[in-house]
């Protein structure tokens, strides 16, 4: 299950991959999926957007690796536990991708190692501090004038997603 995804650049944030076989939705807002499972050759995965449009059309996706037994979580438990176990008060740790998307477009994405046990506003809250820092690291690389621009605007979102989350 180590398979990470790689999402890319520019693509719709629940089909991250050219890869993707099918998607199977398990929540939309506003008719945009916002949970679901990406079926791919390699390894599933499920996608969750964790944090939603907030400022200036960001958003933030979680894409983690699910084997059978996650799989099988998934279809017995109720619609308001699906996340618990996997990302909320994961069982283990785990690597998972996280991206950012501005208009539901991914403009960056990282791993991550989703801690155990961490509760659902604890996760949020680290999954932000970890991709504000992300971003910072970023800015100070020598990027080209279009990526540098949209990695500011990342970074401007990501850090009032912070505040408002921690605050």
């Known amino acids: 299950m180590d ?5 890319v650049l520019g693509n719709l944030a629940w089909i991250p ?7 199977e939705i398990l929540d939309r807002f506003n008719g945009v999926p916002t949970l679901g499972v990406l079926k791919q050759p390699d390894a599933d995965h499920l996608f969750w957007r964790a944090v939603g449009y907030v400022p200036d059309r960001f958003s933030i996706w979680v894409y983690a ?3 059978s037994d996650d799989a099988d979580h998934l279809e017995e438990c109720e619609s308001a536990d699906l996340l ?3 990302v909320f008060n994961a069982r283990s740790s785990r690597y998972v991708t996280v991206g950012i998307a501005e208009d539901n477009r991914l ?3 990282r791993e991550w190692l989703l801690p155990s046990g961490h509760a659902a506003e604890d996760v949020r809250l680290d999954l932000l501090q970890f991709l504000l820092e992300a971003l910072v690291i970023a800015q100070a690389q020598g990027l080209p004038p ?3 621009d949209v990695v500011d605007r990342a970074t401007r979102a990501v850090r009032e997603m912070t505040l408002t989350t921690s605050g």
């Open 17 to 23: 991959h050219a890869a993707t076989e099918r998607v």
């Open 3 to 7: 398979k990470a995804l790689m999402p």
């Open 84 to 86: 618990d176990g996997l």
């Open 65 to 67: 690796p699910i084997d």
């Open 107 to 109: 403009v960056f994405e």
């Open 146 to 148: 279009g990526r540098r």
